[in-house]
């Protein structure tokens, strides 16, 4: 019997004879299901369609791992290696040979978590092929779809992984919507690992907060000043997104709390420029 994945998502659901009528993540709001209805998927029939894992060294200390051609909604993850071990944060879709070697070559695997459930993606297939520990923000345990076999554990507010390596719940997309804080990121200045919880804008030169990117929700004034006051406390100079780029690259710390404050006069209607 397969792991059912959702073509949509890449959302895994438990070995059964045939898929469940509907992914739970993509029929919420901030996801969307094909206009043509539900999709589903196996791993074995990616690996027919010739995804193939996707190693790149982002910086020093930092490896991305992502599908090529990309699946679902196509993130890549980011692999922390630290002296103590390592952390791999927002696992993409699909999970081959080469993308497991690449992290055993890293020193292997202590930690498994995610930004949020969109991209819990293969964090089972993950955590079992290295026993590693899965670490899930307690108010999104419910969409874990397919949890592994080594139980999952809960934390927030933050939680020191690794050292110099510590989660840090957010809020706004989903209300256990984090980011990585990495001391060392960016030559030692601080990066965060943010996925979509603090959303990187093309021109690599602001930062928005999103309800929901695909349907175009924004966030209320609360949610985006509660992410902006959970990261406040840590230094940072860079944020990488979910996916190989864009990424905020230099100053990001300024970055993120002018783009917040700009947001906020958009919702408030203060914007004395508007025409
Ligand atoms: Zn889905
Ligand atoms: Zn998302």
Request: glycine share 10%; aromatic share 8%; net charge negative.
């Amino acid at each position: 019997m397969p792991v059912w994945i959702c073509a949509t998502c890449a959302n895994q659901y438990p070995e059964a004879p045939s898929p469940p009528g509907i992914c739970v993540i993509c029929a919420d709001e901030r996801q969307w299901v094909p206009a043509s209805g539900q999709r589903w998927t196996t791993a074995e029939e990616l690996a027919a369609a010739g995804h193939r894992g996707d190693v790149r060294e982002v910086e020093p200390g930092l490896l991305g791992i992502g599908v090529d051609p990309p699946v679902a909604i196509g993130q890549r993850a980011l692999l922390v290696r630290t002296d103590e071990g390592n952390l791999l944060w927002d696992p993409p879709g699909y999970l081959d040979e080469v993308a497991v070697a690449a992290v055993r070559d890293a020193g292997g695997l202590r930690a498994v978590a995610a930004s949020h459930p969109h991209f819990y993606g293969t964090i089972a297939d993950w955590s079992e092929a290295f026993d590693a520990e899965v670490l899930v923000c307690a108010p999104d345990l419910g969409w874990l779809t397919r949890p592994p076999r080594r139980p999952p554990v809960t934390w927030s507010g933050s939680r020191a992984v690794l050292p110099g390596v510590t989660l840090v719940q957010c809020g706004g997309h989903f209300a256990g919507s984090a980011v990585v804080h990495w001391a060392g990121g960016a030559g030692g200045a601080g990066a965060l690992l943010s996925g979509d919880t603090i959303f990187v804008t093309p021109g690599e030169d602001r930062v928005t907060f999103v309800r929901s990117a695909p349907n175009r929700l924004p966030l209320p004034e609360r949610a985006v000043r509660g992410v902006v006051e959970a990261v406040r406390p840590y230094a940072f100079d860079r944020v990488y997104g979910g996916w190989w780029q864009p990424v905020l690259r230099r100053d990001a710390k300024a970055v993120v709390e002018r783009s917040a404050e700009r947001y906020i006069q958009w919702l408030r209607g203060e914007v004395p420029e508007d025409r």
